[in-house]
């Protein structure tokens, strides 16, 4: 009884840890989205004023507050914006690829599959020679 209860208790932490995995995985996701996003806004931007006159005024958002500045002054700092923002989605990109080879490795280590998706893979389990083995699974199946 107490082996069950331990077994149980394991399987709920496989599933703990592997939902934990794919929720950061999903944030890096989200955050990556958000920020090409906004790299296409930056990006639009530049190229609007980039046939602007350069003494034209024009307004930045800096910090919930408008700013009246020059074209001039405004360009290069949304070019660097651009730049630093192509980085860090470099590094979320090398961050999601990292996270996504931990989660495969975790389902691996732990036989974890999720439901639906080993049914389309797997032939039927019936091999019509009536003698009725099973296959043992001590994997976790997660919904």
């Known amino acids: 009884m107490a082996s069950a209860a331990a077994k149980q208790i394991a399987a709920e932490q496989v599933v703990a840890g592997f939902n934990r995995l794919r929720q950061e995985q999903r944030g890096l996701a989200s955050k990556a ?3 090409e996003m906004e790299l296409n806004e930056h990006t639009l931007v530049i190229d609007t004023l980039k046939d602007v006159d350069q003494s034209r ?6 910090g919930g507050v408008l700013v009246e500045r020059t074209v001039k002054e405004v360009l290069p ?3 660097n914006n651009k730049e630093q923002i192509n980085k860090i989605i470099e590094t979320l990109s090398a961050q ?4 996504g080879r931990e989660l495969n490795e975790f389902r691996e ?3 974890i599959r999720i439901m639906g998706e080993d049914e389309a893979k797997q032939p039927p389990k019936d ?3 009536g003698s009725g083995a099973k296959q043992s699974s001590a994997g976790v199946l997660v919904s």
């Open 33 to 35: 989205a958000e920020l």
């Open 57 to 62: 005024k024009c307004y930045r958002l800096v």
């Open 77 to 79: 700092a949304l070019q």
């Open 96 to 99: 999601l690829q990292a996270k």
């Open 109 to 111: 280590k732990h036989n």
């Open 127 to 129: 091999n019509g020679d």
